[in-house]
């Protein structure tokens, strides 16, 4: 489920684009998924089933006059059902009021199903090979997928325009326990890249 992939493909007049707030973001993601290593979905082919989790760490950007560097949020999916997001409750109040606002401009896919925004406490924990994250209701736990060599997979010329120094990982630990939905994986799809947008 991209950045904006729910959203319809529409072509604003020149008031209307004047009108939209103007925001840029450099991100890191790391996400995993239900399906198999590689995910079809990051090639245009979703699959029928995809539950997943995805961080976002902006590290810089700007959503009209406010700074987006430091925003960390999760987004877990059942691709084209719901999502559910979980914002930092390190954010400053100013920090989380701007991503509220972002939300439905920049992840229009994700905010448009959500079934819940709140804030709760986030953990992050690069260990190298190994990647992880976490809220309360949702466990990702991604490790280096390696290629011939032992070096890391990488992918480029991917569709989603907003991936770029994409690594292939798969799931050590995928776990998710909410009213919206539950699931347990091992060894499926993850990776980490950087995404790069604006609008």
């Not at 992840?107 to 976490?134: C, Q, W």
């Not at 907003?162 to 990776?191: I, M, R």
Request: aromatic share 10%.
């Amino acid at each position: 489920m991209g950045v904006a992939a729910a959203a319809p493909l529409v072509v604003p007049t020149t008031v209307a684009a004047q009108q939209r707030p103007r925001w840029s973001i450099t991100a890191d993601i790391a996400e995993s998924c239900s399906c198999d290593v590689p995910c079809s979905c990051n090639f245009g082919r979703p699959e029928r089933v995809c539950h997943g989790s995805r961080l976002y760490q902006i590290r810089e950007g700007q959503f009209e006059d406010a700074d987006l560097a430091g925003i960390n949020f999760v987004v877990s999916f059942h691709m084209a059902n719901w999502t559910r997001i979980y914002m930092d409750d390190a954010l400053s109040t100013a920090q989380t009021e701007t991503l509220e606002q972002l939300l439905p401009v920049a992840f229009a896919g994700f905010d448009a199903g959500a079934h819940v925004k709140e804030s709760v406490p986030l953990n992050i924990r690069d260990l190298g090979d190994t990647f992880e994250f976490s809220v309360p209701e949702s466990l990702v736990r991604i490790r280096l997928f390696p290629g011939i060599d032992g070096s890391p997979i990488t992918i480029s010329g991917l569709p989603n325009s907003t991936y770029y120094q994409y690594v292939q990982y798969e799931s050590v630990a995928h776990n998710h326990d909410s009213e919206s939905g539950s699931w347990s994986h091992s060894g499926s799809n993850g990776f980490r890249s950087v995404m790069r947008a604006s609008g």
